[in-house]
């Protein structure tokens, strides 16, 4: 079993910055991919960015490519998104999500654990 609670989220204006923090418990972080999605009000919950167990591999969704960032420490059990040159588009609950493979994926479904979500707003 792995929870997962997200921190971060906030209220910035377009072009601004946040750091999204998930952190995990138990004690083999390290074989677990984690990824990002988010949902925005009355659509689908999306992929946004997924890493491997160990870090050397990450994926993004298409729209935020070059402006995101995913990492992981798997000393601190925490994975974070980075989240640069945000859009007002970008206003989601975003969530953090644990497969219990170290392969990634851009399938919600796939994912066994999720947090509980944190908010993120960008206005204009």
């Known amino acids: 079993q792995v929870q997962l609670v997200e921190s971060g989220g906030g209220l910035v204006q377009a072009g601004g910055s946040l750091r999204l923090s998930c952190a995990a418990s138990?004690?083999?972080?390290?074989?677990?991919?984690m990824g990002w999605f988010r949902q925005a009000p009355g659509k689908e919950r999306d992929f946004v960015a997924a890493?491997?167990?160990?870090?050397?591999?990450?994926k993004y969704a298409d729209s935020v490519k070059g402006r995101f960032t995913i990492s992981r420490d798997n000393a601190k059990n925490t994975v974070y998104l980075q989240m640069n040159s945000l859009k007002p588009e970008d206003t989601a609950v975003y969530y953090c999500a644990a497969r219990g493979t170290s392969v990634t994926t851009t399938t919600k479904s796939d994912y066994d654990y999720w947090g509980q979500g944190t908010q993120v707003t960008v206005s204009s």
């Open positions: 138990g004690r083999t972080f390290s074989r677990y991919a």
């Open positions: 890493i491997v167990g160990g870090g050397s591999s990450t």
